[in-house]
């Protein structure tokens, strides 16, 4: 079974950049795989942030942008603030139906 | 604005059915292009979504949990649930009631519970 993968974990600094990637096992992510982004902080419901590789959900801050970098999906954060500090999943459809959660990436503000 | 809200036993001893039900407000289940489906996050760990089920009685199911997951609704409540039997202490987890787009246009969800713990345990 074809596996979503995200980084574990990242660090940024308070004003910086920093791009999370989603990916596949095995393939490259395109959009026909329709990658989707949430935000989840601890004890609360995740937040949809981005879906159709790109589209902002509806007042999601333009900070956020998504992507496809070569073979996987992405979601950059410009201009990072400590709010941000949060776990983030990715969201792959892979066809028939069935949609797959990657692991997240925990990005810690410092 | 839509809102959805689980409910359901917080406890479910070990080899029972483990069910749940998602009230939506703020509009109709029956109206639009959505799937309503299930998502659950053991703690500590990461997101894993269960299945999806269309007003046309329509469903997708993870295959990891199909043999043991139903999901159904009852419009004129405006409310879905999730069935998920012989569970053990691996199902313990929160879970999550979400609006989906999945099949038009779009896969992905826009509309989330605040969620609901279930513990299997004995």
């Known amino acids: 079974q074809t596996v979503v993968t995200q980084e574990p974990s990242f660090s940024v600094s308070p004003g910086g950049t920093v791009t999370l990637t989603c990916g596949l096992s095995?393939?490259?992510?395109?959009?026909?795989?329709?990658p989707s982004w949430y935000q989840q902080t601890p004890g609360q419901a995740p937040r949809t942030l981005m879906y159709?590789?790109?589209t902002r959900s509806s007042g999601v801050p333009d900070r956020f942008s998504g992507s496809i970098l070569g073979n996987k999906a992405a979601l950059t954060i410009t201009g990072a603030q400590a709010d941000d500090e949060s776990d983030y999943y990715c969201v792959l459809y892979m066809g028939s139906g069935i949609s797959v959660f990657g692991g997240g990436t925990k990005v810690t503000v410092l | 604005q839509v809102q959805l809200q689980e409910s359901g036993p917080g406890l479910v001893k070990p080899s029972q059915t483990l069910s749940l039900t998602c009230t939506v407000s703020g509009g109709s289940i029956n109206s639009g292009n959505y799937y309503w489906s299930w998502i659950r996050q053991p703690a500590g760990k990461g997101l894993e979504w269960i299945g999806r089920m269309y007003t046309s009685g329509y469903t997708n199911y993870n295959p990891s949990l199909k043999s043991r997951v139903t999901i159904s609704l009852d419009t004129s409540k405006n409310q879905f649930s999730l069935k998920l039997s012989s569970v053990t202490a691996a199902d313990t987890a929160v879970y999550y009631c979400?609006?989906?787009?999945?099949?038009?246009?779009?896969?992905?969800?826009?509309?989330w519970g605040q969620g609901t713990l279930v513990t299997v345990s004995s």
């Open positions: 979400a609006r989906d787009l999945g099949g038009f246009g779009a896969y992905y969800f826009d509309f």
């Open positions: 095995s393939g490259s992510v395109s959009t026909s795989y329709y």
């Open positions: 159709n590789t790109n």
